[in-house]
């Protein structure tokens, strides 16, 4: 069963400071990997898409890896800002899938950040 | 470009009532999705529409819940008869599958979310 996990399921840090969250997936045929940025009462807005032969993609102060043999993923956000307080969420896509929508998403990190 | 509007964003309703919720794709996306998010969950898909066609509702309710995508006008998700446990936020995505190019590559646009609360 296709399935993705996230860690931690919330975190609190100061602003200034950085953070790495966790994704691990078990989707397979894996084409690739998105996370998206959900903030309190909005839609969720993608930061970075990663394919099978990627390994590291930034976006502003927010960097994805990703270890496509381990399965694994991550999102550091560099510097972080009171704006960064959002739910982050990983979201994983099979090539075997027909339907865009109906990729594995994993549950999100709440990311809070205090002043 | 106006991205993905959805509306009306906050809806009340009583119990047995009937929920509306419409979402415009964004120009040029013919591929609509809808999602329901649970306080405190995640995303659960529902119903994948193409104009006029309903290509996936495995995620979708079998009784009470119905959606559409005509040929002209917004993607529509019907509640019929609601309960309390069918409050939740409602989120509509679109995207746009070029020929060729894989399913599974392609990126979805998230509207704002309509967020049902039944009294």
């Known amino acids: 069963k296709n399935q993705v996990e996230q860690s931690p399921q919330s975190l609190i840090i100061l602003e200034g400071k950085n953070c790495t969250l966790q994704c691990n997936y078990t989707v397979s045929p894996f084409s690739n990997l998105r996370w998206y940025k959900q903030d309190t009462g909005r839609g969720p807005v993608s930061l970075t898409i990663m394919t099978f032969s990627e390994n590291t993609k930034s976006n502003g102060r927010y960097t994805a890896t990703l270890d496509a043999d381990t399965k694994q993923s991550s999102l550091h956000i560099t510097a972080s800002q009171l704006s960064d307080s959002a739910s982050y969420i990983c979201v994983v896509s099979s090539t075997f899938q027909t339907n865009a929508g109906k990729s594995t998403f994993g549950d999100g990190t709440t990311l809070t950040v205090k002043p | 470009n106006a991205g993905v509007m959805q509306n009306p964003r906050h809806l009340v309703r009583r119990r047995g009532q009937e929920a509306r919720l419409r979402c415009s794709p964004m120009k040029g996306h013919s591929h609509v999705y809808w999602y329901r998010q649970l306080p405190e969950e995640g995303l659960k898909f529902m119903v994948y529409?193409?104009?006029?066609?309903?290509?996936?509702e495995s995620g979708m309710p079998k009784e009470r819940f119905s959606a559409e995508f005509p040929k002209e006008g917004p993607s529509i998700l019907r509640i019929q008869q609601v309960v309390r446990g069918d409050s939740a936020a409602y989120f509509c995505?679109?995207?746009?599958?070029?020929?060729?190019?894989?399913?599974?590559?392609?990126?979805?646009?998230f509207g704002a979310g309509s967020r049902l609360t039944v009294l």
């Open positions: 529409l193409q104009k006029e066609n309903i290509i996936d």
């Open positions: 995505a679109s995207s746009h599958i070029p020929a060729g190019e894989k399913v599974g590559a392609n990126v979805l646009t």
